[in-house]
């Protein structure tokens, strides 16, 4: 990201894997490879500008680069030749995908947290050295589960043998898919949300 980066701005990379529309104005570029890695920097050339509502083109190579608050005019102002670079500290690892958290729970063994905060439905993934454990709490439902603080997380992933931990959004999100069938209470009135993006475990 820029140095003078504000918060509620950054900059975003959509690539012809993004089929939905996106609901920002940006940039179309033709990059010189067809897929990213991280820690990676990638030469490229804009196309034209995005309209909101648009799609990524389906061509290898094909991305939308979107700016939002303070980095709009700076997107949207973009011309000629570019060059991509997608910083990441563990460039050592050959990842096909990833996925963003919240605050990290548990580090070494640690609670990194505080205590107190308020209490929401959970989403968090813990792990050691030899499993992985996806943990749901439902919250906000007087009389069922209001939910966890970020502390009691951190506690609850130490008592499952967790020694790392991260808290994965949560609230209304907080979804727990098994075979085909919602596992826990999803807090929205409405039921489960059409989240964007999530973890999955294929056999």
Known sequence: MPPDQKKGSGILVFSNLWTWKIPFRGVRVRMNAASIEPGASYEGE?????????????EPGSMVIVGLGNQEAVVNGLKGKVRLSFGFKETNRKLKMAIGSWQVLLKDGKVVVKPGGP???RTMIGLNDKDILLVTVDGRQKGWSMGMTSYEQAELLQELGCTEGCNI???????AWFLGKCMNRPSDKTGMRPNANCILVIE
């Open 169 to 175: 959004d949560g609230g209304g999100s907080t979804t």
């Open 119 to 121: 209490r929401h439905p």
């Open 46 to 58: 804009v196309t034209g500008l995005f309209t909101a509502g648009e799609t990524v083109h389906q």
